[in-house]
């Protein structure tokens, strides 16, 4: 499902998107830093959502 949700959201500009998909990887990297890892090495997201998402790898 966050899967989706992320790429449906991961092209947009505004910023505060941007950071609530970074906010969203963080805390699913708690329990799943594999696939968070994988995910942000694999897709094209805004540098805030991976460096966000990237902080608990």
Not at 23 to 41: C, G, H, M, P
């Amino acid at each position: 499902m966050i899967y989706y949700i992320i790429k449906r959201n991961s092209g947009t500009k505004e910023f505060f998107i941007n950071k609530a998909i970074g906010w969203a990887l963080r805390e699913y990297s708690k329990t799943n830093q594999e696939w968070v890892r994988n995910f942000i090495d694999h897709n094209t997201l805004h540098p805030l959502s991976v460096r966000e998402g990237s902080k608990y790898l």
